[in-house]
């Protein structure tokens, strides 16, 4: 593996880790944030919704797991 790949990789593993929805889920709530902040409301809301939603979403998906186990 050269070394590019495995810094990206490495990259990938520290932004994604073991669940992509949750990176997806702060891509987009930054993506809104911005958004937010482009208009005359302030935008300091959105990240923690954005928290509380994912990890809301995401220890709900892990209890669901661990009931099928």
Known sequence: MSA???????VWDFVVGDDWRV?????LA???TALVAT????AWWVLPLAVVALLAD???RAARAG???
């Open 39 to 42: 208009s005359t409301v302030a």
């Open 4 to 10: 590019v790949a495995a810094v990206a990789r490495a």
């Open 23 to 27: 990176a997806l889920g702060v891509v």
């Open 67 to 69: 009931q099928r186990r």
């Open 58 to 60: 995401s220890l709900r």
């Open 30 to 32: 930054l993506a809104v």
